[in-house]
T-cell receptor
Framework: KNEVEQSPQNLTAQEGEFITINCSYSVGISALHWLQQHPGGGIVSLFM???GKKKHGRLIATINIQEKHSSLHITASHPRDSAVYICAGPYSGGGADGLTFGKGTHLIIQP | DAGITQSPRHKVTETGTPVTLRCHQTENHRYMYWYRQDPGHGLRLIHY???????DKGEVSDGYSVSRSKTEDFLLTLESATSSQTSVYFC???????????FGPGTRLLVL
């Protein structure tokens, strides 16, 4: 079973700061997911990436498959970015059999 | 939201009673998943399905069973609910060219 570790668990920052959340996993995988969950519970997929870097607005995700490490960056952070960010990899490496998740990073952006 | 609905959205039940949660999708996706989310544990895979009548166990499958008799419906049954099964349950599907997972809105279950 793939093990996924995230850091930090909690992060409080001021509006405008550059945010980095890190994720490492134990089993070689083909792709890693980044998810966002706002208070109230809905889970939204932000990125799925298998190599290099992806960018969507102020969010950037990078992955290094060889080092089994991924990062999620938020530029010019805003209070609406406050949420729990979760990374996830394949449960057993294959991908079709579901995901295994990090415990999440609780991000608070203060105005 | 990839056309995923879950029912009920909230349920309170008593220990020892059977409970069935339903996940319904409208877009004919092959892969469907049930997860539970708990403080301190995060999200964990319960069961998954890779087609009609094709299901398999995940990380925390004890005390749960699933059925998929139609592509659009994936049912999760707690045979005899226990307080440890109090949780938020999310259904998900895998879709799109990049096989992203899309999550349903969740079901909050309280077992007294």
């Amino acid at each position: 079973k793939n093990e996924v570790e995230q850091s930090p668990q909690n992060l409080t920052a001021q509006e405008g700061e550059f945010i980095t959340i890190n994720c490492s996993y134990s089993v070689g995988i083909s792709a890693l997911h980044w998810l966002q969950q706002h208070p109230g519970g809905g889970i939204v997929s932000l990125f799925m990436l298998s190599s290099g870097k992806k960018k969507h607005g102020r969010l950037i995700a990078t992955i290094n498959i060889q080092e089994k490490h991924s990062s999620l960056h938020i530029t010019a952070s805003h209070p609406r970015d406050s949420a729990v960010y979760i990374c996830a990899g394949p449960y057993s490496g294959g991908g079709a059999d579901g995901l295994t998740f990090g415990k999440g990073t609780h991000l608070i952006i203060q105005p | 939201d990839a056309g995923i609905t879950q029912s009920p959205r909230h349920k309170v039940t008593e220990t020892g009673t059977p409970v069935t949660l339903r996940c319904h999708q409208t877009e004919n996706h092959r892969y469907m998943y049930w997860y539970r989310q708990d403080p301190g544990h995060g999200l964990r895979l319960i069961h998954y399905s890779y087609g009609v009548k094709d299901t398999d166990k995940g990380e925390v499958s004890d005390g749960y069973s699933v059925s998929r008799s139609k592509t659009e419906d994936f049912l999760l049954t707690l045979e005899s609910a226990t307080s440890s099964q109090t949780s938020v349950y999310f259904c998900a599907i895998r879709a799109g060219a990049q096989e992203t997972q899309y999550f349903g809105p969740g079901t909050r279950l309280l077992v007294l």
